[in-house]
């Protein structure tokens, strides 16, 4: 789907409760890009976020006071996934170990 990439990167925020004046920096693998760079860029980049070829810089993350956006992709499909500073947790572990002696199979991917 033809998709504005201003429009889908304040959209994306919009639904995490935040807006431009909310990022602190943006960067990509090259270095740090002014919001305003970034703003003019991506106001004039019309792209196809299905899948097929990638459109977006993947190394592209938007930074903001506790968390950040990062560029996802799958067979070619593109989105933005919002990551922030995890919770501590409220019990202590039991067994902690440094050495993993526990099989890949025992996670659950919670936290």
Not at 4 to 23: A, P, Q, R, Y
Not at 57 to 64: M, R
Not at 76 to 104: L, Q, S, Y
Request: net charge positive; hydrophobic share 35%; with cysteine.
């Amino acid at each position: 789907m033809l998709i504005n990439f201003l429009k889908e990167t304040e959209d994306f925020l919009k639904e995490h409760h935040k807006k431009l004046n909310h990022i602190k920096f943006i960067r990509n693998a090259e270095g740090y890009i002014p919001v305003s760079d970034f703003v003019a860029a991506a106001a004039n980049f019309n792209y196809d976020n299905g899948y097929g070829t990638i459109g977006v810089d993947p190394t592209l993350k938007i930074v903001g006071k506790f968390w950040w956006a990062e560029r996802r992709t799958y067979d070619g499909k593109e989105w933005w996934e919002f990551c922030a500073k995890p919770k501590k947790p409220t019990v202590k572990a039991p067994d902690f170990m440094i050495r993993n002696r526990r099989h890949w199979s025992d996670y659950k991917g919670g936290e």
